[in-house]
Nanobody, 124 residues
Framework: QVQLVESGGGLVQAGGSLRLSCAAS????????MGWFRQAPGKEREFVGTINWSGGSTRYADSVKGRFTISRDNAKNTMYLQMNSLKSEDTAVYYC?????????????????WGQGTQVTVSS
């Protein structure tokens, strides 16, 4: 069973940066692709970005492209989300997720495992 634990959320001013971490445990073959999603109050959960096993392929939502960067360190079983130039509209609970698919996945139904989420609040 894969377990995911996010950390690194907090309060930051607009224009600032945060780095989220997602620590994974469980069979590595069960999580070749990992991703980040977020859910703002009153809104549906939305895709942020995804990364393949090697880290050589990533894909991002248009709203974060050029500002957010996903990376992973498989030796540490950890995925990261570096968030720069944060905006108030980035305020949300951020979730990491793991997929058993071998291709980049941008929809949440393709992910089998989810973390509990970490709050990111950007003040304007």
């Amino acid at each position: 069973q894969v377990q995911l634990v996010e950390s690194g959320g907090g309060l930051v001013q607009a224009g600032g940066s945060l780095r989220l971490s997602c620590a994974a445990s469980g069979p590595t073959f069960s999580r070749p692709v990992m991703g980040w999603f977020r859910q703002a109050p009153g809104k549906e959960r939305e895709f942020v970005g995804t990364i393949n096993w090697s880290g050589g392929s990533t894909r991002y939502a248009d709203s974060v492209k050029g500002r957010f960067t996903i990376s992973r360190d498989n030796a540490k079983n950890t995925m990261y989300l570096q968030m720069n130039s944060l905006k108030s509209e980035d305020t949300a609970v951020y979730y990491c997720a793991a997929s058993r698919q071998f291709f980049l996945a941008i929809t949440d139904e393709l992910y089998s495992y989810w973390g509990q989420g970490t709050q990111v609040t950007v003040s304007s």
